[in-house]
């Protein structure tokens, strides 16, 4: 989740007025950061690895004026944190550049296509071919050039784009990225979000997928997707800056519960290869002789991500048919566990710095077991270390309590199984589409299932005095529970237990009173039955029952106190939907009690420490 932030000013204070607008978007996290202004006809570009602070020491220290400029944070997804790799990218003549966020999906393609016609590459970005890409198509009309050139990308950006033969003007295109325009006296801005643009301008226009906009330090173009000017709306923002910071929400679990269909779409972006019937996992390393020569599957995680790992044994089960452990990582380091040199050890974490998932890690390593790290932060330890990745693409999560970067490692592991699944003949092609299709259509389900927002509130109203909590789930779905469990307590400091529904009677039924509500999780499944009936075991024993089923399921609301419905989907899906209304649940309940719900008490968003 890179940041975009361009400026064009009467003022020779741009690049200030960048570093500025960076400053406001750190929220998003970033590896890296780079501006570039237009000096005496020329494009000069400063770029720095690692904090903000790196990149204005360097201007200050350049002493760099202009009254144009675009820069950028960058949140690495291909290529390293590294000064190369970090925006804004030019063309090959050095006159057009270019800030991109978002993923290019055919950029290897047209990557090849461009160095065919001798165009030649200093990064390993995905961005970079934009730059190219615009450079062969200009032809003195630089939002022509920009119009033509996105028609050629698949995948998603938000890009700004400076030519230095038009020092007075800007160019931004957006698909499947969010990009604004801000309108200033006599300036205007492009941002990534509102909040790069706050300090100097409450008027915004929110662009379209596919529009491209044409900025002049007095003057705003919108162009549709051929080329016709079209009239645009400007939106009055009366946030303060750190109501900006977070959508406007007022919690930034609640923003990254909501950014959820987003970030499902992101991490299937490019990976879904339905024409060949394949699971594109790019920096995977394990090819299909060696994905058939696996002889079983460690998984190491910490927490939420050890959630994550468990729903990931039953996705590798079913549809890998490959035997899968799931070990607490610090557990794991210490067991002296049986390491088969034909194994593998997938680690998930979603900071990529866990201590103890580190350690375990290097422990597998150096007994020569093969090991995928499941990462959301490029460049972190495990992503770096480990012989093979999957990156996540949920984009920073500020929230302590782990929401978004959750989902998206059961997408990856999902991704994963299907991938091995293919490789070792459990699927077929045909079967391999059809959950490729079921993919596609998720992050729309899970759009929908946040309209139970209003509904769960309820619940957590009527709730949110209770002392203990109880859920209880099955199957795949019995991690969820335990992830129900491990968010309401995090955040709003209510005792809870996460059980497989079918262990209820061999202990914790006896917990069960009047006081005690518990949540279940009776979605349509092959256990369906069996959960409802430990549902009438705790009902008969006076325990208030919130009963997460699907629309359209009478019989819940028959043996619920509360029901929370949400769409019927494939089994596979089914804990990615249902975890939604649990990490609400959490939410609401802790906002209800006034806990401090994104820095809860003693817990560190990263566990860095054994
Ligand atoms: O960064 P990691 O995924 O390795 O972190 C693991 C746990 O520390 C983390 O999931 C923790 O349980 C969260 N607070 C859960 O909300």
Redesign the pocket.
């Known amino acids: 989740m890179c940041g975009i932030v361009g400026c064009v000013t009467s003022e020779r204070n741009a690049p200030y007025l960048l570093v500025d607008g960076l400053r406001r978007l750190e929220y998003r996290g970033y590896d890296s950061a780079g501006l570039a202004v237009i000096k005496d006809g020329e494009i000069v570009t400063l770029r720095e690895v690692g904090k903000l602070n790196n990149l204005e020491s360097a201007l200050k220290a350049s002493g760099l004026g202009g009254t144009i400029g675009l820069g950028h944070t960058r949140w690495a997804t291909h290529g390293r944190p590294t000064q190369v790799n970090a925006h804004p990218h030019r063309d090959g003549s050095g006159k057009i550049v270019v800030v991109h966020n978002g993923i290019i999906e055919n950029f290897r393609e047209l990557r090849a296509e461009l160095r065919d016609q001798g165009h030649v590459f200093a990064s390993e970005t995905d961005s970079e071919v934009i730059a190219h890409l615009i450079e062969s198509c200009y032809r003195g009309d630089l939002a022509q050039a920009v119009l033509e050139a996105t028609r050629r990308l698949e995948g998603a950006y938000a890009i700004g784009v400076m030519h230095a033969d038009h020092p007075e003007m800007l160019v931004g295109a957006r698909k499947d990225g969010p990009l604004v325009i801000g309108l200033g006296e006599n300036e205007n801005f492009l941002a990534s979000d509102v909040t790069a643009a706050l300090e100097h301008t409450s008027r915004f226009v929110y662009l379209d997928d596919g529009q491209v906009a044409e900025l002049t330090r007095d003057g705003l173009r919108i162009l549709d997707a051929s080329g016709h000017e079209q009239p645009y709306v400007q939106t009055n923002i009366a946030w303060s800056l750190a109501q900006a910071e977070r959508g406007g929400y007022p919690h930034f679990m609640l923003k990254e519960i909501h950014e959820q269909p987003t970030v499902i779409s992101d991490t299937l972006l490019g990976r879904l290869d339905e024409t060949r019937g394949e699971i594109v996992l790019d920096d995977l390393g394990i090819d299909d002789e060696a994905a058939r020569a696996i002889s079983r599957i460690h998984i190491i995680?910490?927490?939420?991500?050890w959630h994550a790992g468990h729903v990931a044994k039953f996705y590798i089960e079913q549809l890998a048919r490959i035997p899968v452990e799931v070990d607490y990582a610090s557990e794991y380091r210490y067991r002296d566990p049986i390491l088969d040199p034909d194994g593998l050890v997938v680690a998930?974490?979603?900071?990529?710095?866990?201590a103890d998932?580190i350690a375990a890690m290097r422990m597998a390593r150096q007994a020569g077991v093969r090991v995928v790290g499941v990462c959301n932060v490029i460049g972190s330890t495990i992503s770096r270390e480990a012989d093979g990745s999957i990156m996540t693409h949920a984009g920073p999560e500020i929230g302590?309590?782990?929401t978004k970067?959750f989902i998206s490692q059961l997408v990856a592991l999902l991704l994963l199984a299907l991938r091995l699944g293919r490789a070792r003949g459990h699927l077929s092609v045909d079967e391999l589409r059809r959950h490729c299709l079921e993919l596609r259509q998720l992050p729309q389900v899970v759009e929908n299932v946040l309209k139970t927002e209003g509904r769960v509130l309820e619940v957590a109203r009527r709730f949110a005095g209770a002392q203990d909590f109880l859920f209880i789930g099955r199957g795949m779905n019995y991690p969820i529970a335990l992830e129900g469990a491990?968010?309401l307590k995090?955040i709003s400091y209510i005792h809870a237990e996460g059980y497989p529904s079918g262990e209820m009677k061999h202990g914790p039924i006896a917990l069960i009173d009047e006081r005690m509500p518990v949540v279940a999780i009776c979605t349509r499944s092959p256990v369906y039955e069996k959960v409802i009936t430990s549902v009438e075991e705790a009902r008969v024993r006076d325990a208030k029952m919130i009963v997460i089923g699907n629309e359209g399921d009478e019989k819940i609301t028959e043996i619920a106190d509360e029901t929370i419905f949400v769409p019927h989907v494939a089994e596979i899906l089914s804990p990615i939907v249902n975890v939604v209304p649990l990490q609400l649940l959490a939410y609401f309940v802790a906002r209800e009690r006034g806990c401090d719900v994104d820095q809860p008490r003693n817990?560190a968003?990263?566990?860095t420490v054994e």
């Open positions: 995680a910490c927490g939420t991500s998930i974490s979603q900071s990529g710095e866990t998932t302590v309590a782990s970067a491990l968010k995090e817990l968003k990263s566990v």
